[in-house]
C-alpha cells in the first residue's frame, strides 16, 4: 500500500497547462520533495530525470559539442569520475561499485562497460538507442505503478512518432522502436495509413493531427499536451499518494520548458491545440490502467 502524503500534497499550488508562470521551479520542488516523502519514494522522482542524465553521459563518453542537458540531476564532474571508475571496471571486472554510484541501474554499467571494451568504440546514436531500450525495460519491471504506466506510454508515443517520421522520409525506422508490444509490430509491418492500430487508437489519432501541423512548435507543445492529459486522466482516481506526487511533477516540468522559452506565445499555442484537440478525442475510460485498478 502506497504511502499518503497528506500534508505535502494539499500544499501543493496549483497548475494548469496554460498558465503564464511558475508557483516554484523544478529545483525547488525536489527540494521540498526531498524533506517530504520517503528516501525510496524520492528515487522515484529522480528516476523521471533518468533519460536526461543518460544524454549527459554519452556526451561526456563521446565528447559531444551537445550543450549540458540542465534536465539531468548530475554534473559533468560526476560522469567523468563514473566514467573514470567503469574504465577500472574493464581492466577488473571484480572491482566492487562506489557507494556514489549505487543509485544508478545496473545496465547502464554494462552496457558502457561493453562499449568501452570494444576496439573500436560504436557510434553514439548505437549506445544511446541501447541504453533507451534497456532504460524503459528497466522502468516496466518498475515496482511502482506511475513510473512503470508512464514511461509505457512515453515508450508508445516514441514508438507512434518514430514510425510516421520514418514513414514520410522512406527511412528504415523499425531498428528504432522499442519494446515488442503489439503496437511495436504493427507499427514495424503494418503498410496501412494507420499502421494497423485503428480508428479507435485514440493516442495514434491525436499524435497524427498534431503531426500534420506545419508549425514544429505547434507539434511540440501539442505533444506535451497530449502527456499532460494522460497524467490528468491516470491520476483522477490518486489523491495523496506518490503517484500524484509524481504526476504533478512531471507537469510541472512541462510546464516550466514552455514557460522558460515564451510564456505568451506557450499559452497561446496550448490555448489552441488543446481546443482542437477537445473536440478531436478524449482518452477513454479503459486506455490507462490507474492504480485503482491495480491489486
Known sequence: MKQEYYYFVSGLPNIIIDDTKLPWTPEEFLAEAKNQVSESDYRLLEILHLPMDMDNLLRVLYKSNKEHNNEGLYEDTFWEEYLVFLRAVVENPEL??????????????????????????????QTELELLKQFYAWTAESPNDFIRDWF???ANLRNILTAINGRKFNLPYAQYLIGDSETVERLSKSHAADFGLGKDNYLFNALIRIY?????????RGYDIVRWKWIDDYNFFNYFNIDRILGYYCQLRILARWIKS??????????SILSDLNNSFSFPADFNIRSTQRK
Do not use: C, W
Request: glycine residues 2%.
Open 262 to 271: 515564451s510564456p505568451e506565445l506557450g499559452k497561446e499555442v496550448f490555448n
Open 152 to 154: 509505457a506510454f512515453d
Open 96 to 125: 566492487k561499485t562506489p557507494v556514489e554510484f549505487a543509485a544508478l541501474p545496473s545496465f547502464i554499467k554494462e552496457i558502457i562497460v561493453k562499449v568501452l571494451n570494444q576496439e573500436e568504440m560504436q557510434i553514439l546514436p
Open 212 to 220: 500534420e501541423q506545419n508549425n514544429i512548435l505547434y507539434r511540440e
